[in-house]
């Protein structure tokens, strides 16, 4: 089964038995960034000095690329240099609510509904077919831990899960320095052209951007 490396990433986040998301803030700025950067490796979109734009509108056939790809059109057109850091802020919940649902019309996960205290309604996603998060976990540790040459989605995929801190939930129980090293090596090698490997650095630096202006105002 084929799927993006927004789901990917947002399958490594969900706990398989509560469902609940793991390191949640950062998790969903890494889909929203995962969705951009699929969109870039399509040649649907151009990103270059932390600016955005739209070089193709046609439809990608995946329903989840798609939906990013028309709204991303409506509001490059609005006029103005477009910052990757704005469409992330824009962008980041509704990302991760239209990948959760991908996950679920795949059958990857399944929603539960519940209310906690018996009042707020809470939505988990509990796994119900682990297949292609084991393969996908499998893979991270051929790369990351044993050294094996990835090819350039999973460094993507990496450069995004390095630039996001999300070590914990990528390699659950391995200490960060053993896996910071080669992520890092791999986020920066020469796996990609020119043009996305700028790309990628532009979202790195938006997410960090996002991040650190998070923890300050909460911390104000």
Same mark, same amino acid.
């Given at each position: 089964?084929?799927?993006?490396l927004a ?15 793991r ?7 890494a ?9 870039v ?68 996960? %399944? ?15 509990p ?17 990351v831990?044993?050294?094996a %040459?990835?090819?350039?989605r ?6 995004l ?5 999300l ?8 200490? /960060? /320095? ?6 890092t090596?791999?986020a ?22 996002i ?10």
């Amino acid at each position: 089964m084929n799927v993006t490396l927004a789901e990917e990433i947002a399958l490594l986040s969900l706990d398989d038995e509560s469902g609940e998301a793991r390191s949640r803030q950062s998790a969903g700025w890494a889909v929203a960034g995962a969705l951009l950067l699929e969109l870039v490796m399509a040649g649907r979109i151009a990103v270059a000095d932390g600016r955005l734009s739209v070089t193709d509108t046609t439809p990608t056939g995946v329903p989840l690329l798609d939906g990013r790809l028309e709204l991303l059109a409506t509001w490059a057109n609005r006029g103005g240099r477009r910052r990757v850091a704005d469409w992330l802020t824009k962008d980041q919940s509704k990302a991760v609510s239209a990948t959760i649902e991908s996950l679920c019309a795949r059958g990857l996960v %399944v929603e539960e509904r519940r209310k906690a205290l018996g009042i707020f309604p809470v939505r988990r996603y509990p796994e119900a077919d682990g297949t292609v998060e084991r393969e996908l976990r499998a893979r991270l540790a051929d790369v990351v831990l044993q050294g094996a %040459v990835p090819d350039a989605r999973t460094s993507g995929l990496i450069a995004l899960l390095q630039g996001a801190e999300l070590h914990g939930i990528s390699f659950p129980g391995v200490p /960060k /320095k053993q896996v910071g090293p080669r992520m890092t090596e791999i986020a920066s090698g020469q796996w990609a052209g020119d043009s996305l490997r700028e790309a990628i650095r532009n979202m790195q630096a938006a997410m960090v951007a996002i991040t650190t202006t998070v923890v300050v105002t909460a911390l104000t």
